[in-house]
Protein backbone atom coordinates (compact mmCIF):
# COMPACT_ATOMS: atom_id res chain seq x y z
CA UNK A 1 0.00 0.00 0.00
CA UNK A 2 1.44 3.32 -0.97
CA UNK A 3 2.42 5.29 1.93
CA UNK A 4 2.87 9.60 1.90
CA UNK A 5 6.04 10.74 2.80
CA UNK A 6 4.38 13.30 4.83
CA UNK A 7 2.85 11.29 7.33
CA UNK A 8 5.37 8.36 7.26
CA UNK A 9 7.09 7.75 10.96
CA UNK A 10 11.18 7.59 9.57
CA UNK A 11 12.39 7.53 13.33
CA UNK A 12 15.11 4.73 13.12
CA UNK A 13 14.24 3.67 9.67
CA UNK A 14 16.47 3.10 6.65
CA UNK A 15 15.11 5.00 3.85
CA UNK A 16 16.98 3.62 -0.04
CA UNK A 17 15.65 6.56 -2.30
CA UNK A 18 16.08 6.07 -5.78
CA UNK A 19 17.02 9.70 -6.95
CA UNK A 20 18.13 10.82 -10.69
CA UNK A 21 21.28 12.27 -10.65
CA UNK A 22 22.51 11.75 -14.00
CA UNK A 23 23.52 15.19 -13.83
CA UNK A 24 26.21 16.43 -16.59
CA UNK A 25 30.31 16.60 -15.88
CA UNK A 26 32.35 18.34 -17.09
CA UNK A 27 36.37 17.23 -17.89
CA UNK A 28 37.51 17.18 -14.39
CA UNK A 29 34.61 15.74 -13.33
CA UNK A 30 32.96 18.88 -11.66
CA UNK A 31 28.87 19.04 -11.75
CA UNK A 32 27.53 21.40 -14.67
CA UNK A 33 23.89 21.62 -13.36
CA UNK A 34 23.14 20.62 -10.29
CA UNK A 35 19.48 20.88 -10.73
CA UNK A 36 18.95 17.47 -10.66
CA UNK A 37 20.35 17.04 -7.26
CA UNK A 38 18.96 20.00 -5.65
CA UNK A 39 15.42 18.98 -6.32
CA UNK A 40 16.04 15.89 -4.54
CA UNK A 41 16.76 17.99 -1.19
CA UNK A 42 13.41 18.78 0.25
CA UNK A 43 12.80 14.28 0.57
CA UNK A 44 15.91 13.31 2.04
CA UNK A 45 16.40 16.28 4.13
CA UNK A 46 12.34 15.35 5.45
CA UNK A 47 13.79 11.42 6.02
CA UNK A 48 16.60 13.12 7.98
CA UNK A 49 14.50 15.23 9.93
CA UNK A 50 12.01 12.62 10.92
CA UNK A 51 14.95 10.49 12.45
CA UNK A 52 15.91 7.95 9.32
CA UNK A 53 18.64 7.21 7.71
CA UNK A 54 19.31 7.68 3.99
CA UNK A 55 20.49 5.27 1.36
CA UNK A 56 20.71 6.75 -1.98
CA UNK A 57 20.75 4.77 -5.23
CA UNK A 58 21.24 6.62 -8.92
CA UNK A 59 22.58 5.85 -12.70
CA UNK A 60 24.94 8.14 -13.88
CA UNK A 61 25.55 7.85 -18.14
CA UNK A 62 25.33 4.69 -20.11
CA UNK A 63 28.29 2.88 -19.06
CA UNK A 64 28.81 -0.92 -20.64
CA UNK A 65 30.33 -1.88 -17.54
CA UNK A 66 32.00 -0.14 -14.80
CA UNK A 67 33.74 2.47 -15.53
CA UNK A 68 35.60 5.33 -13.42
CA UNK A 69 34.04 8.56 -15.60
CA UNK A 70 30.74 7.10 -14.62
CA UNK A 71 30.96 6.86 -10.94
CA UNK A 72 28.72 8.55 -8.48
CA UNK A 73 31.87 9.10 -6.45
CA UNK A 74 32.57 12.26 -8.35
CA UNK A 75 29.27 14.25 -7.55
CA UNK A 76 29.76 13.06 -3.67
CA UNK A 77 31.06 16.87 -3.19
CA UNK A 78 28.07 18.09 -4.71
CA UNK A 79 25.75 16.48 -3.01
CA UNK A 80 27.76 17.43 0.52
CA UNK A 81 27.18 21.02 -0.39
CA UNK A 82 23.46 20.93 -1.33
CA UNK A 83 22.42 18.19 1.45
CA UNK A 84 24.58 19.62 4.10
CA UNK A 85 25.56 15.87 5.67
CA UNK A 86 28.65 14.29 4.95
CA UNK A 87 28.49 11.10 2.81
CA UNK A 88 29.55 7.58 2.85
CA UNK A 89 30.32 5.85 -0.24
CA UNK A 90 30.05 2.37 -1.38
CA UNK A 91 32.14 1.23 -4.20
CA UNK A 92 30.16 -1.59 -5.15
CA UNK A 93 26.17 -1.24 -4.81
CA UNK A 94 25.69 -5.06 -4.36
CA UNK A 95 28.37 -5.06 -1.61
CA UNK A 96 26.95 -2.42 0.83
CA UNK A 97 25.31 -4.42 3.12
CA UNK A 98 27.44 -4.05 6.25
CA UNK A 99 27.19 -0.30 5.45
CA UNK A 100 23.66 0.47 5.26
CA UNK A 101 23.48 -2.14 8.62
CA UNK A 102 26.12 0.02 10.60
CA UNK A 103 23.86 3.52 9.52
CA UNK A 104 22.68 5.65 12.45
CA UNK A 105 19.75 8.17 12.38
CA UNK A 106 20.87 11.30 9.90
CA UNK A 107 23.65 9.45 8.34
CA UNK A 108 23.61 9.32 4.31
CA UNK A 109 25.30 6.35 2.25
CA UNK A 110 25.74 6.52 -1.12
CA UNK A 111 25.81 3.95 -3.30
CA UNK A 112 28.10 3.52 -6.18
CA UNK A 113 26.02 3.53 -10.37
CA UNK A 114 23.44 0.62 -10.44
CA UNK A 115 24.24 0.80 -14.04
CA UNK A 116 27.59 -0.48 -13.42
CA UNK A 117 25.47 -3.69 -13.21
CA UNK A 118 23.23 -4.92 -15.87
CA UNK A 119 20.76 -6.31 -13.89
CA UNK A 120 19.60 -2.67 -13.13
CA UNK A 121 18.35 -2.15 -16.63
CA UNK A 122 17.70 -6.09 -17.60
CA UNK A 123 19.56 -6.09 -20.54
CA UNK A 124 22.22 -8.24 -21.55
CA UNK A 125 25.77 -6.53 -22.59
CA UNK A 126 28.47 -7.41 -25.18
CA UNK A 127 26.17 -9.20 -27.10
CA UNK A 128 28.22 -9.49 -30.83
CA UNK A 129 25.63 -7.78 -33.49
CA UNK A 130 25.63 -11.06 -35.31
CA UNK A 131 24.44 -13.55 -32.68
CA UNK A 132 21.32 -15.75 -33.06
CA UNK A 133 18.01 -14.30 -31.62
CA UNK A 134 18.45 -17.81 -29.52
CA UNK A 135 21.71 -16.97 -27.66
CA UNK A 136 20.25 -13.12 -27.31
CA UNK A 137 17.14 -14.86 -25.82
CA UNK A 138 19.39 -17.02 -23.55
CA UNK A 139 20.95 -14.09 -22.44
CA UNK A 140 18.45 -11.90 -21.79
CA UNK A 141 16.65 -15.15 -19.76
CA UNK A 142 20.42 -15.33 -17.86
CA UNK A 143 19.65 -11.38 -16.94
CA UNK A 144 16.79 -11.69 -15.63
CA UNK A 145 17.01 -14.53 -13.86
CA UNK A 146 20.33 -12.59 -11.48
CA UNK A 147 17.93 -9.54 -11.76
CA UNK A 148 15.91 -11.09 -9.10
CA UNK A 149 18.85 -11.94 -6.61
CA UNK A 150 20.22 -7.73 -7.43
CA UNK A 151 16.55 -6.20 -6.47
CA UNK A 152 16.62 -8.85 -3.52
CA UNK A 153 20.13 -7.27 -2.11
CA UNK A 154 19.39 -3.48 -3.05
CA UNK A 155 16.13 -3.87 -1.15
CA UNK A 156 17.33 -6.24 2.00
CA UNK A 157 19.52 -2.72 2.83
CA UNK A 158 16.23 -0.67 4.06
CA UNK A 159 13.18 -0.97 5.90
CA UNK A 160 11.41 1.71 3.36
CA UNK A 161 11.36 2.64 -0.44
CA UNK A 162 11.25 6.20 -1.51
CA UNK A 163 10.79 6.80 -5.23
CA UNK A 164 11.51 9.88 -6.57
CA UNK A 165 13.31 9.87 -9.81
CA UNK A 166 10.37 11.24 -12.08
CA UNK A 167 13.21 10.66 -15.05
CA UNK A 168 13.36 7.52 -15.11
CA UNK A 169 9.93 6.59 -14.21
CA UNK A 170 9.10 5.27 -17.52
CA UNK A 171 11.42 2.69 -17.07
CA UNK A 172 10.82 -0.67 -16.14
CA UNK A 173 13.92 -0.75 -14.06
CA UNK A 174 15.05 -3.00 -11.24
CA UNK A 175 15.57 0.11 -8.77
CA UNK A 176 12.43 1.93 -10.03
CA UNK A 177 9.55 -0.60 -10.45
CA UNK A 178 10.67 -3.82 -9.23
CA UNK A 179 12.02 -2.97 -5.54
CA UNK A 180 8.91 -1.69 -4.36
CA UNK A 181 7.42 -5.06 -4.28
CA UNK A 182 9.70 -6.08 -1.69
CA UNK A 183 7.94 -2.71 0.11
CA UNK A 184 4.24 -3.67 0.21
CA UNK A 185 3.37 -1.73 3.19
CA UNK A 186 6.70 0.70 3.42
CA UNK A 187 6.60 2.37 -0.36
CA UNK A 188 6.10 6.12 -1.37
CA UNK A 189 6.85 8.81 -4.07
CA UNK A 190 9.19 11.38 -3.22
CA UNK A 191 8.42 15.21 -3.31
CA UNK A 192 9.79 15.51 -6.95
CA UNK A 193 7.46 12.49 -8.04
CA UNK A 194 4.35 13.69 -5.78
CA UNK A 195 4.69 17.33 -7.95
CA UNK A 196 4.67 15.49 -11.48
CA UNK A 197 2.45 13.12 -10.99
CA UNK A 198 0.28 16.46 -9.89
CA UNK A 199 1.32 18.57 -12.43
CA UNK A 200 0.38 16.12 -15.70
CA UNK A 201 -2.81 15.48 -13.67
CA UNK A 202 -3.56 19.17 -13.46
CA UNK A 203 -3.19 19.22 -17.17
CA UNK A 204 -5.06 15.40 -18.45
CA UNK A 205 -7.66 15.10 -15.56
CA UNK A 206 -8.46 17.86 -13.24
CA UNK A 207 -8.15 21.09 -15.66
CA UNK A 208 -9.50 24.55 -15.78
CA UNK A 209 -10.72 25.12 -18.71
CA UNK A 210 -10.04 26.87 -21.84
CA UNK A 211 -7.17 24.47 -22.05
CA UNK A 212 -4.30 25.29 -24.82
CA UNK A 213 -1.36 22.91 -25.61
CA UNK A 214 1.89 24.37 -27.70
CA UNK A 215 3.09 21.61 -29.11
CA UNK A 216 6.61 22.18 -30.41
CA UNK A 217 9.99 21.22 -31.48
CA UNK A 218 11.27 19.54 -34.78
CA UNK A 219 9.55 16.08 -35.55
CA UNK A 220 6.21 15.43 -35.96
CA UNK A 221 6.75 11.78 -35.82
CA UNK A 222 7.79 12.10 -32.31
CA UNK A 223 4.33 13.95 -31.32
CA UNK A 224 2.29 12.06 -32.69
CA UNK A 225 0.81 10.32 -29.76
CA UNK A 226 0.92 13.29 -27.63
CA UNK A 227 -1.17 15.05 -29.99
CA UNK A 228 -3.39 12.56 -30.34
CA UNK A 229 -3.88 11.81 -26.54
CA UNK A 230 -4.86 16.01 -25.89
CA UNK A 231 -7.27 15.86 -28.42
CA UNK A 232 -9.52 14.79 -25.67
CA UNK A 233 -7.91 17.26 -23.21
CA UNK A 234 -7.95 20.31 -24.69
CA UNK A 235 -9.52 23.00 -26.35
CA UNK A 236 -6.75 24.80 -27.96
CA UNK A 237 -3.48 23.47 -29.89
CA UNK A 238 -0.44 25.49 -31.19
CA UNK A 239 1.81 24.00 -33.32
CA UNK A 240 5.69 25.61 -33.69
CA UNK A 241 8.80 24.87 -34.15
CA UNK A 242 9.64 22.58 -37.26
CA UNK A 243 7.47 20.35 -37.55
CA UNK A 244 4.67 22.97 -38.38
CA UNK A 245 6.37 22.38 -42.05
CA UNK A 246 5.04 18.96 -42.19
CA UNK A 247 1.34 20.01 -41.93
CA UNK A 248 2.12 23.48 -44.26
CA UNK A 249 3.04 21.11 -46.99
CA UNK A 250 0.48 18.78 -45.75
CA UNK A 251 -2.18 21.66 -47.02
CA UNK A 252 -0.17 22.53 -50.07
CA UNK A 253 1.68 25.23 -48.97
CA UNK A 254 5.45 26.34 -50.54
CA UNK A 255 8.19 25.33 -47.53
CA UNK A 256 11.34 26.25 -49.01
CA UNK A 257 14.49 24.24 -47.59
CA UNK A 258 12.57 24.11 -43.93
CA UNK A 259 12.77 21.07 -42.01
CA UNK A 260 10.35 18.40 -43.54
CA UNK A 261 9.10 14.97 -42.65
CA UNK A 262 7.92 13.70 -45.93
CA UNK A 263 6.66 10.62 -44.72
CA UNK A 264 4.56 12.39 -41.84
CA UNK A 265 2.65 14.47 -44.74
CA UNK A 266 -0.45 12.16 -44.11
CA UNK A 267 -0.33 11.53 -40.54
CA UNK A 268 -0.27 15.45 -40.62
CA UNK A 269 -3.91 14.86 -42.43
CA UNK A 270 -5.25 12.95 -40.13
CA UNK A 271 -4.49 15.04 -37.34
CA UNK A 272 -6.00 18.01 -38.62
CA UNK A 273 -9.01 15.98 -39.67
CA UNK A 274 -9.05 14.65 -36.19
CA UNK A 275 -8.69 18.15 -34.61
CA UNK A 276 -11.48 19.50 -36.77
CA UNK A 277 -13.63 16.47 -35.51
CA UNK A 278 -13.09 16.77 -31.87
CA UNK A 279 -13.95 20.73 -32.30
CA UNK A 280 -10.06 21.43 -31.11
CA UNK A 281 -9.19 24.71 -33.19
CA UNK A 282 -5.34 24.46 -34.72
CA UNK A 283 -2.95 27.47 -34.49
CA UNK A 284 0.35 27.13 -36.65
CA UNK A 285 0.65 31.17 -36.96
CA UNK A 286 0.75 32.65 -40.48
CA UNK A 287 4.29 34.36 -40.43
CA UNK A 288 7.64 32.93 -39.45
CA UNK A 289 11.00 34.23 -39.94
CA UNK A 290 13.13 32.60 -42.53
CA UNK A 291 16.49 32.28 -42.98
CA UNK A 292 19.23 31.90 -46.28
CA UNK A 293 20.76 28.83 -44.49
CA UNK A 294 21.30 26.99 -40.81
CA UNK A 295 23.40 29.86 -39.34
CA UNK A 296 23.63 32.72 -36.78
CA UNK A 297 25.00 35.07 -39.94
CA UNK A 298 22.22 34.06 -41.80
CA UNK A 299 20.60 36.73 -43.96
CA UNK A 300 16.96 36.63 -42.67
CA UNK A 301 13.63 37.73 -42.81
CA UNK A 302 9.97 37.40 -42.36
CA UNK A 303 7.62 35.61 -44.56
CA UNK A 304 4.32 33.83 -45.07
CA UNK A 305 4.19 30.22 -43.57
CA UNK A 306 2.73 29.01 -46.53
CA UNK A 307 5.15 31.02 -49.02
CA UNK A 308 8.56 30.69 -48.35
CA UNK A 309 10.79 31.05 -51.21
CA UNK A 310 13.38 28.54 -52.75
CA UNK A 311 16.02 27.95 -50.48
CA UNK A 312 15.44 29.50 -47.73
CA UNK A 313 14.20 28.14 -44.49
CA UNK A 314 11.33 28.46 -41.62
CA UNK A 315 13.88 29.17 -38.48
CA UNK A 316 11.65 30.55 -35.88
CA UNK A 317 7.93 31.89 -35.21
CA UNK A 318 7.48 35.29 -36.11
CA UNK A 319 5.99 38.44 -34.09
CA UNK A 320 3.03 38.11 -35.95
CA UNK A 321 2.55 34.37 -35.02
CA UNK A 322 3.29 35.30 -31.53
CA UNK A 323 0.68 37.58 -31.17
CA UNK A 324 -1.91 35.71 -32.73
CA UNK A 325 -0.76 33.19 -29.95
CA UNK A 326 -0.96 35.65 -27.16
CA UNK A 327 -4.61 36.13 -27.36
CA UNK A 328 -5.31 32.57 -27.06
CA UNK A 329 -3.07 31.71 -24.14
CA UNK A 330 -3.81 34.61 -22.52
CA UNK A 331 -7.67 33.83 -22.50
CA UNK A 332 -6.77 30.41 -21.04
CA UNK A 333 -6.53 28.36 -17.39
CA UNK A 334 -4.29 25.69 -18.27
CA UNK A 335 -1.27 25.65 -20.53
CA UNK A 336 1.31 23.26 -21.30
CA UNK A 337 4.21 23.75 -23.49
CA UNK A 338 6.48 20.88 -25.20
CA UNK A 339 8.81 21.47 -27.09
CA UNK A 340 10.50 25.35 -28.71
CA UNK A 341 8.67 27.41 -31.48
CA UNK A 342 12.16 28.12 -32.85
CA UNK A 343 15.58 27.46 -33.04
CA UNK A 344 16.09 28.83 -29.78
CA UNK A 345 19.62 27.80 -29.47
CA UNK A 346 20.80 30.40 -31.95
CA UNK A 347 20.17 34.24 -30.47
CA UNK A 348 18.99 35.60 -33.44
CA UNK A 349 16.43 32.74 -34.07
CA UNK A 350 14.90 32.23 -30.10
CA UNK A 351 12.60 35.22 -29.88
CA UNK A 352 9.33 33.16 -30.45
CA UNK A 353 10.61 30.82 -27.81
CA UNK A 354 11.47 33.95 -25.53
CA UNK A 355 8.25 35.48 -26.55
CA UNK A 356 6.16 32.37 -25.39
CA UNK A 357 8.30 31.76 -21.95
CA UNK A 358 7.14 35.85 -21.35
CA UNK A 359 3.66 35.09 -22.05
CA UNK A 360 3.67 32.04 -20.10
CA UNK A 361 4.76 34.32 -17.13
CA UNK A 362 2.55 36.48 -17.58
CA UNK A 363 -0.40 34.24 -17.62
CA UNK A 364 0.93 32.66 -14.46
CA UNK A 365 1.03 35.52 -12.53
CA UNK A 366 -1.69 38.12 -13.59
CA UNK A 367 -4.62 35.38 -14.94
CA UNK A 368 -3.54 32.63 -12.30
CA UNK A 369 -3.55 29.77 -15.21
CA UNK A 370 -1.62 26.75 -14.24
CA UNK A 371 1.24 26.33 -16.99
CA UNK A 372 3.44 23.59 -17.45
CA UNK A 373 6.64 23.19 -18.92
CA UNK A 374 7.78 19.84 -19.82
CA UNK A 375 10.20 18.18 -22.26
CA UNK A 376 13.94 18.69 -22.48
CA UNK A 377 14.23 21.72 -25.07
CA UNK A 378 11.56 23.89 -23.58
CA UNK A 379 12.80 23.12 -20.19
CA UNK A 380 16.14 24.03 -20.90
CA UNK A 381 14.52 27.42 -22.44
CA UNK A 382 12.82 28.51 -20.11
CA UNK A 383 15.80 27.98 -17.61
CA UNK A 384 18.35 29.55 -20.17
CA UNK A 385 15.93 32.19 -20.36
CA UNK A 386 15.33 32.99 -16.37
CA UNK A 387 11.28 31.63 -16.67
CA UNK A 388 11.53 28.96 -14.75
CA UNK A 389 10.42 30.41 -11.71
CA UNK A 390 7.44 32.49 -13.47
CA UNK A 391 5.96 29.50 -14.46
CA UNK A 392 3.74 27.21 -12.14
CA UNK A 393 6.44 24.26 -13.00
CA UNK A 394 8.93 22.78 -15.02
CA UNK A 395 9.33 19.08 -15.15
CA UNK A 396 12.58 17.00 -14.92
CA UNK A 397 11.69 14.49 -16.87
CA UNK A 398 11.88 14.18 -20.31
CA UNK A 399 10.83 10.67 -21.62
CA UNK A 400 8.99 10.51 -18.72
CA UNK A 401 6.83 13.43 -19.05
CA UNK A 402 6.66 12.58 -22.98
CA UNK A 403 5.20 9.14 -22.41
CA UNK A 404 2.71 10.27 -19.34
CA UNK A 405 0.83 12.78 -21.60
CA UNK A 406 0.30 10.44 -24.22
CA UNK A 407 -1.71 8.91 -21.41
CA UNK A 408 0.75 5.72 -20.87
CA UNK A 409 1.11 4.47 -17.35
CA UNK A 410 4.35 4.48 -16.24
CA UNK A 411 6.33 1.70 -14.23
CA UNK A 412 7.95 3.87 -11.50
CA UNK A 413 4.74 5.10 -10.72
CA UNK A 414 2.27 2.11 -11.34
CA UNK A 415 5.07 0.22 -8.66
CA UNK A 416 4.23 2.70 -5.97
CA UNK A 417 0.41 2.53 -6.00
CA UNK A 418 0.07 -0.79 -6.53
Known sequence: MQKSIDSYNFAGKRAIVRVDFNVPLDA???????????????????VLAGGGSLILMSHLGRPKGVADKYSLKHIIYKIEELLGEKIVFADDCMKAGAQAAALKPGQVL???NLRFYAEEEGKPRGLADDVSDEVKKAAKAEVKASQKEFVKTLAS???CYINDAFGTAHRAHASTALIAKYFPEDKMFGYI????????????????????????????????????NLFSKVDNMIIGGGMVYTFVKAQGGKIGTS?????????????MAKAAEKGVKLYMGSEVVIADKFAEDAQSKVCKVNDIPDGWMGMDAA???VKEWEGVLMASKTILWNGPVGVFEMEKFAKGTKAIAEILAKATQQNGAFTLVGGGDSV???????????????????GAMLEA????????????KE
Do not use: W
Request: charge should be negative; proline fraction near 4%.
Open 259 to 271: LCEDDQIEVAKEI
Open 380 to 398: AAVNQMGYASKVSYVSTGG
Open 110 to 112: LLE
Open 28 to 46: DFKVTDDTRIRAAVPTLKK
Open 157 to 159: YAD
Open 193 to 228: MEGEIKAIDSVLNNSRKPVTAIIGGAKVSSKIGIIE
Open 319 to 321: PSS
Open 405 to 416: LEGKELPGIAAI
